[in-house]
């Protein structure tokens, strides 16, 4: 009995050591806070501890790792909103509002992605920071292979509104691009 508690214990590890940064990326990607990228992860990661024998059984256990991520981050992101609205409606007397922003000079590719809807946020994330295939996004988040590509096509298209200069937008391949690099320092590579 004790060779399989610490057989389970040592693939944990080892699964844990492989797929800590790139969950802490995920969640901080998928939430846009970097303070609380490391922690997601490791609640996701106790998550999975807790059903080791489950998701060590799974066919994609990496797969069942970005989907607690996801929910997890899902979960905060709500949490976040409800929080702010709960703020509005108190400071609601006090209504400022600036017309026409100029949003588009100082937007980046993390603020013009925490601005998506979640779920489009998730699968651009997936498809084009982590190289996911639609079938292994679909998978991540519990979802259709076709609601991944509609969701990919629209958040891109909405990054493409989001992040347009003055002079000219910019092509679909460098928005790919941008959000592709803009995770590889978030995470565990702090």
Same mark, same amino acid.
Request: aromatic fraction near 6%; proline fraction near 3%.
């Given at each position: 009995?004790?060779?399989?508690?610490?057989d389970?214990?040592?693939?944990?590890?080892?699964?844990?050591?492989?797929?800590?940064?790139?969950l802490?990326?995920l969640?901080?990607?998928?939430t846009?806070e970097p303070?609380?990228?490391?922690d997601l992860?490791?609640?996701?990661?106790?998550?999975?501890?807790?059903?080791?024998?489950r998701?060590?059984?799974a066919?994609h256990?990496?797969?069942?790792?970005r989907?607690?991520?996801?929910?997890l981050?899902?979960t905060?992101?709500?949490?976040?909103v409800r929080?702010?609205r709960? #703020? =509005?409606?108190?400071?609601?007397?006090?209504?400022? %509002? +600036?017309?026409?922003?100029d949003v588009?000079? $100082?937007?980046?590719?993390?603020?013009?992605?925490?601005?998506?809807?979640?779920r489009?946020?998730?699968?651009?994330?997936?498809?084009?920071?982590?190289d996911l295939?639609e079938?292994?996004?679909a998978?991540a988040?519990?979802?259709s292979?076709?609601?991944?590509?509609?969701?990919?096509?629209?958040? #891109? =298209?909405?990054?493409?509104?989001?992040?347009?200069? %003055? +002079?000219a937008?910019?092509?679909?391949?460098? $928005?790919?691009?941008?959000?592709?690099?803009?995770?590889?320092?978030?995470?565990g590579?702090r």
């Open positions: 009995m004790g060779t399989v508690v610490d389970a214990a040592g693939e944990f590890r080892a699964f844990f050591e492989r797929h800590y940064a790139e802490a990326r969640a901080h990607l998928l846009g303070d609380a990228a490391d992860a490791a609640d996701a990661l106790l998550a999975l501890w807790h059903r080791w024998d998701v060590r059984a066919d256990p990496v797969a069942y790792a989907g607690v991520v996801a929910n981050a899902r905060r992101v709500r949490a976040a929080e702010r709960r #703020v =509005a409606l108190f400071w609601s007397q006090r209504e400022e %509002r +600036t017309e026409n922003p588009a000079g $100082v937007v980046d590719v993390r603020e013009a992605l925490r601005r998506l809807p979640f489009k946020r998730a699968c651009v994330v997936l498809r084009h920071s982590f295939s079938k292994d996004t998978l988040l519990g979802i292979v076709g609601t991944v590509k509609s969701q990919t096509s629209k958040g #891109v =298209a909405e990054l493409q509104r989001l992040l347009g200069t %003055r +002079t937008p910019r092509a679909p391949g460098q $928005v790919r691009a941008a959000i592709a690099h803009s995770g590889e320092t978030a995470g590579a």
